[in-house]
């Protein structure tokens, strides 16, 4: 009888519980159909995050550009109990004619990563690019405005991708004027390694 209750006790607790998967692709420009007071996964069902992981190169202005990209489950709203797989980005930036190092953030941790991935956003064209938060490795530069939204673009069968950051320019603490942004803002093409 005791097993009767529980197996009864364990249906009763599932069928109360309301989840909700939404796969990230679904999940355009806003997040409208991610439902408020149920649990919900934004889940990559589909595996269309795994075409832009790995790692891309490419130069401009004598810069040579390295991205590298994840995919990890994070905890998107605490509160409403939202988790997500998103995108991680990282970055190496090199003088192409002096060899300097201009910014590495390839061993940042997850936590702090400076480019974490939020949703799909419809492009010109019809299609999805998927838009990272961006915030620069340097604190100092950040208050001076080094943040702002990353859009990456897979093209010519998911073996380049287009690039381009929007800064935003915020200074809010600022004394020095504005910082020099280190992502590309005119936009760069780049290949899958």
Known sequence: MKKIIRIGFLILTIFSCKAQIVPVEQVVDTYDNVEEGVTTYIKDVNNVLDDYVGIWKGTQDNREYTFIITERTIVFDEEENINADVLLMRHLIIDSTTFEIIEDATAIS???????????KLNSSGGLTYMFYYIGVDEEKVE????????????????QMYLILMPSYSTGNCTTGLAEQVLPTEGILLTKQ
Do not use: Y
């Open 110 to 120: 997850d936590e702090d990563v400076p480019s974490e991935g939020a949703l799909f």
């Open 144 to 159: 001076c405005g080094q943040s702002g939204d990353v859009f990456i673009t897979l093209k010519n069968n998911n073996t």
